[in-house]
């Protein structure tokens, strides 16, 4: 049988995953809304077993290589805890034009939920080999670079960058070595 796109289908190899905010909204330049991400990515890997390789949050959406067992649904739930959980501070916070526009880009048929933070998929692509993997750890790093919002990867405070330079970044990570998959 062949492997459908965009699915997990094979856990011995890690993910690199893409998780786009709804209609693009800029939602991450919320630094508290950020805090919550770094958190539960932290959570993910230290609570989950989930194997943080690489990540970078950009203003609308977030990359990462991750590893683990039953990823889909470590994914699925680390979706819908950040969502929740970056919905109450905003409205706790009185974000009420955030709130808005989360509501009206909620498709109808969501009848369950008052608000839509996340696209549905976060597009995971199997890393195999190490020539992907540092390609796809390359392509996080530089996202910022490319979007010309510094001039280094290790100058954007959210991602890896800094780690893979024997830094302190924000959150730890799990440092690609070599041998893929």
């Known amino acids: 049988m062949a492997s459908r796109p965009y699915k997990i289908h094979n856990e011995q ?16 330049c919320n630094p508290s809304a950020v805090t919550f991400l770094l958190a539960n990515l ?5 609570k989950r077993g989930v194997k943080l390789i690489a990540y970078v ?19 699925s739930q680390f979706k819908s805890y950040s969502a929740r ?16 526009r989360m509501k009206r880009v909620k498709p109808a048929y969501k009848n369950d939920q008052e608000f ?37 990867p290790e100058y954007w405070r959210y991602s890896s960058a800094r780690n893979y330079l024997g830094e302190e970044g924000l959150i730890p990570v799990d440092i690609f070595k070599g041998r893929a998959g």
């Open 42 to 46: 932290e959570f993910l890997r230290n």
């Open 85 to 100: 959980k970056i919905i109450d501070s905003f409205k706790m916070d009185q974000h009420s034009r955030w709130l808005k």
């Open 13 to 28: 190899y890690p993910y690199f995953i893409t998780a786009n905010l709804r209609f693009g909204l800029p939602l991450f």
């Open 116 to 152: 839509q933070f996340w696209e549905e998929s976060y597009h995971p692509k199997q890393v195999v080999g190490d020539e992907m993997m540092m390609q796809k750890i390359n392509y996080i790093h530089q996202n910022p670079v490319k979007r010309g919002y510094v001039d280094k």
């Open 57 to 75: 949050i950009m203003e609308n959406h977030f990359h990462a290589i991750l590893h683990g067992d039953d990823l889909a649904d470590k994914i």
